[in-house]
């Protein structure tokens, strides 16, 4: 099916922005930006888990419970995700490297199966991860699926309300080109955390 003219620059430009987080992750390089390779030091499991300041809110096994100003685990498995119900801590709790990213894959995850799948999938069936391989990995898959599930839709589904039933956020009353939109920039500016992240880790104190 050819790719609907509105929609082609969204996935370019999600495209664009997977590769260069899954690069600035995983490497060994990824483009700097003008074209050359810059060397990656691919993520560590100390690094995916590093809480830079106090009471950040983290990835942690379940048997240890949640972190400060978190009420609960969310998810499923041995690992979730510090989280807690409406209205959310003020100030926002600062979120670990590990958060952000399981953060993402969920998102994508939950989104392709509300899009192109089962439409079956909450938070409470995700599983977030202990290491950094498969974290990157969850992510990677879940990015993959999404766009197989752009791929399906016309025209007509940019359109349409509802055309994703994810139950997490608006997308049950939006337009679906709205939700494109909105998950290309979560993976914009989730990455540029991530990637500053990783700068930080890389020049903190001994």
Known sequence: MPTPPRLAPLLEQFDFACERLTGRLAGPVMDSGDGSETGVVPLS????????????WSVRRRADGP??????LAGSGEWGRDAAPYPHPWPPPFTTLAWRLSHLAEMLTISA?????????TRDDYRSHGTAAEAVAAFQEGAAAWR?????????ALDTIGYC??????????PFLDIVWWVNQEVL?????????RDLYRSRQA
């Not at 499991?45 to 950040?56: A, G, I, Q, R």
């Not at 972190?67 to 609960?72: E, I």
């Open 45 to 56: 499991d100390e690094e995916y888990l590093w809480e830079p300041v106090p009471e950040c």
């Open 67 to 72: 972190g400060p100003r978190a009420a609960f």
């Open 113 to 121: 199966d509300h899009t192109a799948g089962e439409h079956r999938l």
């Open 148 to 156: 197989a599930a752009l791929e399906g839709a016309d025209d007509a």
């Open 165 to 174: 039933t994810n139950p997490h956020g608006s997308a049950a009353e939006a």
């Open 189 to 197: 500016h989730h990455g540029a955390e991530i990637a500053l992240l």
